[in-house]
T-cell receptor, first 113, second 114 residues
């Protein structure tokens, strides 16, 4: 089944403890991206990747890192999480970087205490 | 700058009523995509429709219909004969064609009461 998967789905952590949220797609998509969803703000893009080894900042990249070492995986790294990063995170992918519908993962709920 | 405005934060209707969710967007691009996504209480994002800016034809899919008016920069979504299962947050989004830059509205929470 074609899908975007994220792990973990739920995570409670403490300030400063490094964490990684994984994202994987099995559709051979070139483009992948991360969004965060906050009440009243909709979804905002954190980082995106046009292809392997190509990443770029979205609207709200501060406090996050990403890597794209292989096509199927696009992990989101929080080196030193803070409470303002408590959010619902979505990974998305599309076949190419242009003119394509993005397919979203199931979301990861993160709580930083 | 790209921007999507969903002025209705919350809407509550009784089952079988029709309801329209408004979406107004701003962009300098001449070509772009518009989307509607549904987010049920379980949290996932469900793709509903994508509309190319070239195509201003209205679309109907079952109880759902979309009214795209480029002249007023609006892409409104109507649910006919609403059902309890339609209760969700609905997002409108605007996507640039050259780099997949996607901007979401803040969402409209629809509650359909039995």
């Amino acid at each position: 089944e074609a899908q975007v998967t994220q792990n973990p789905r739920y995570l409670i952590t403490v300030t400063g403890k490094k964490l990684t949220v994984t994202c994987s797609q099995n559709m051979n998509h070139e483009y992948m991206s991360w969004y965060r969803q906050d009440p009243g703000l909709g979804l905002r893009q954190i980082y995106y990747s046009m292809n392997v080894e190509v990443t770029d900042k979205g609207d709200v990249p501060e406090g996050y890192k990403v890597s794209r070492k292989e096509k199927r995986n696009f992990p989101l790294i929080l080196e030193s999480p803070s409470p303002n990063q408590t959010s619902l995170y979505f990974c998305a992918s599309s076949p190419r970087a242009r003119q394509e519908t993005q397919y979203f993962g199931p979301g990861t709920r993160l709580l930083v205490l | 700058a790209q921007k999507v405005t969903q002025a209705q934060t919350e809407i509550s209707v009784v089952e079988k009523e029709d309801v329209t969710l408004d979406c107004v967007y701003e962009t300098r691009d001449t070509t772009y995509y518009l989307f509607w996504y549904k987010q049920p209480p379980s949290g996932e994002l469900v793709f509903l429709i994508r509309r190319n800016s070239f195509d201003e034809q209205n679309e109907i899919s079952g109880r759902y219909s979309w009214n795209f008016q480029k002249s007023t920069s609006s892409f409104n979504f109507t649910i006919t004969a609403s059902q309890v299962v339609d209760s969700a947050v609905y997002f409108c989004a605007l996507q640039r064609l050259n780099n997949n830059d996607m901007r979401f509205g803040a969402g409209t929470r629809l509650t359909v009461k039995p």
